[in-house]
């Protein structure tokens, strides 16, 4: 039997880390249930556990419902009886299971999983900032490649938008692989609806105006007010490593209320 002031350290851990993951406990028990009220499993998005509410069906009904908190980002509390023995249970038995999911209350998300995303997950680590990744090529949204991630996502960006559940404490960063890739996550973006807190978007100013451009003549209302690009404060470095500093402390800029400055200093976003 796990010790609760080790289930709780991991559920503590776990929240700094800023992964997304549920917490089943085991509110009542009655008759033949294997465990005693308390008892509770950490349950995370792919499906894996730690822990135990008690095995069996109980077990199996409580990741299942776990999954499903998660999918829907809301609390579960529900009831689930047992009779003659079924699913691990000696005599039957009657259990309530409470689903609490954890989510970062503020978490970056970069589009893009290429050296500068890696570069940026690392500083981000350090800096305390929950991230997740996401990229349409399988080789980059790797949760090996990205394991401080709270979700790595192999996924088109747009879809990855709508499945995110991106809201006012979130600090999205676009560094795919292409200007048509910029183009879909900002157009996702720009039609959010609920707006996130800051957009920082890689490129040339030559490019920017691009992607910009393309959007406006499409009708997109661009979200100029929350939008840098090109990406990052101006520290005069070009490599990954560096371009990454410079991202990971804009954020920070902007989280804490300071100026954020832009990657040129005579460049304004879209010359609002």
């Known amino acids: 039997m796990e010790n609760k ?28 249930t294997p465990r005693k009220s308390g008892a509770r499993m950490i349950v995370y998005k792919n499906g894996k556990t730690e822990y135990t509410v ?47 999911v954890f989510k970062p209350e503020e978490e ?65 960063v676009i560094v795919t692989h292409g200007h048509k890739g910029d183009e879909e996550v ?18 040339s100013v030559n490019k920017v105006k691009t992607v910009l451009t393309n959007l406006k003549k499409e009708g997109v209302k661009l979200p100029l007010d929350r939008l840098y690009a090109p990406v990052g404060i101006d520290i005069g470095g070009d490599s990954p490593g560096e371009i990454a500093i410079s991202i990971a402390s804009q954020i920070l800029a902007v989280k804490y209320g300071r100026p954020a400055g832009y990657i040129s200093k005579n460049q304004k976003p879209a010359e609002k």
Do not use: Q, W
């Open 5 to 32: 002031e080790s289930v709780f350290s991991r559920i503590n851990s776990l929240i700094k880390t800023g992964k997304e993951f549920a917490v089943a406990t085991l509110i009542s028990a009655s008759g033949g």
């Open 54 to 100: 008690g095995g069996g069906a109980l077990e199996k009904k409580a990741g299942e419902k776990a999954l499903e908190a998660i999918e829907k980002g809301e609390n579960i509390n529900y009831t689930v009886e047992f009779k003659g023995g079924r699913g691990g249970m000696i005599c039957g038995g009657k259990a309530e299971v409470f689903i609490e």
């Open 108 to 172: 970056a998300v970069i589009f893009g999983g290429g050296h500068i995303a890696l570069a940026l997950a690392g500083i981000l680590e350090i800096a305390g900032m929950p991230y997740s990744v996401v990229d349409d090529r399988e080789e980059f949204a790797s949760e090996k490649r990205f394991p401080g991630a709270g979700k790595v996502i192999l996924s088109s960006y747009s879809k990855a938008a709508e499945k995110l559940r991106l809201d006012d404490k979130s600090y999205c």
């Open 186 to 203: 900002l157009r996702c973006l720009a039609h959010a609806s609920v707006p996130v807190k800051y957009i920082g978007m890689i490129g």
